[in-house]
């Protein structure tokens, strides 16, 4: 060792110094290994230590099937960024999150005939129905006019957690009730007076459907020319009757009347080639079963419609609707 070496000389004057001997060697070795075990990338800050918590969430499925499901966690904190991820393909959640109190959604976002839009909070999550593209109609529902056309959703299913609260050590399970958005109208048009065989073709379109729906509140969202937008339908022949399967997110509550009419509008195409336009006005019935369902319109309606010749034409007359229990199914992806 170079004993002439200035540094060395201090460090060797600074030990015998404070310890009374001269040791500098030690002295070099106990720094040298000092600073080469404390690296900075061993440091471990507590910042940098994020805790998390055990969460199970099993919605109650003892009245529906969910398909693959979409949940979004959002943090009630006000500045942490919602956190998305994928249930399982029965719709349950197993896996950690952040400590924290959050509020949840989970939904089926697989349908392609909707859009999840604004999601950055619950308050703006909606599921939305595009506009119908007018080329991608049947001849028959292209000659509708004067209307917004909306399709008709698959099978959509919202379950909100109001509350969940994340800690560490203390594993959370949460058992949800799915709530099924979409909704089923049915028709049952009976008809009479031979036109069973004289009619080829029947299409339909229903006015005054909500055009999205919020997610953590499922309520539909009004906007001003609801009695503007509607959805075109077709039926199926079933002997002297034809029958009709209209899938949506609600009907706006005509408020008898006060608001605006429901006018059902159909197209007859008879086997000779030519048409026919039945318009019949369904403002009483579904005030009816608004009053009946507190506002609400219910999972699954069926209203009986029957057809008859008349000195203009063709007349129709609703009969006495019914409810039936909540059966919706249109093809979720």
């Not at 049952?188 to 006015?207: H, N, Q, R, V, W």
């Amino acid at each position: 060792m170079d004993r002439s070496n200035p540094s060395i000389q201090f460090v060797g004057t600074l030990f015998q110094t404070v310890f009374g001997v001269r040791r500098p060697t030690m002295l070099i070795v106990g720094v040298s290994v000092a600073l080469t075990s404390c690296t900075q990338s061993a440091i471990l800050y507590p910042e940098q230590l994020e805790e998390v918590g055990s969460v199970q969430i099993y919605p109650d499925q003892s009245e529906c099937t969910l398909p693959a499901t979409q949940y979004y966690f959002y943090n009630m904190d006000g500045e942490s960024d919602r956190i998305v991820m994928d249930g399982d393909a029965h719709g349950n959640f197993d896996g950690t999150l952040p400590v924290g109190i959050y509020r949840v959604i989970a939904t089926n976002v697989a349908d392609s005939r909707v859009s999840f839009t604004t999601m950055d909070s619950p308050e703006t999550a909606i599921v939305r129905l595009p506009e119908l593209d007018e080329s991608s109609l049947t001849p028959a529902l292209s000659r509708v006019a004067d209307y917004t056309l909306l399709p008709q959703p698959g099978n959509i299913y919202s379950t909100v957690i109001e509350s969940l609260v994340v800690s560490v050590n203390k594993p959370v399970r949460k058992g949800p009730s799915p709530v099924l958005l979409t909704k089923q109208l049915n028709f049952s048009f009976l008809l009479e007076d031979g036109l069973a065989d004289e009619i080829a073709a029947m299409t339909g379109l229903l006015p005054g459907i909500y055009p999205a729906v919020h997610l953590y509140t499922h309520q539909g969202i009004e906007i001003e020319n609801a009695p503007n937008m509607a959805t075109p339908f077709e039926t199926a022949s079933a002997g002297a009757e034809r029958t009709a399967q209209i899938y949506h997110f609600g009907l706006y509550d005509p408020a008898h009347g006060d608001q605006y009419a429901y006018t059902l509008a159909l197209q007859l195409t008879m086997r000779d080639g030519s048409t026919t336009d039945v318009s019949l006005d369904l403002t009483d019935v579904f005030s009816d079963i608004m009053d009946e369902n507190k506002g609400v319109f219910p999972a699954n309606i069926t209203i009986p419609i029957e057809l008859t010749k008349s000195t203009v034409g063709v007349a129709a007359d609703a009969g006495e609707w019914t409810q039936e229990g909540e059966t919706v199914f249109n093809g979720n992806a």
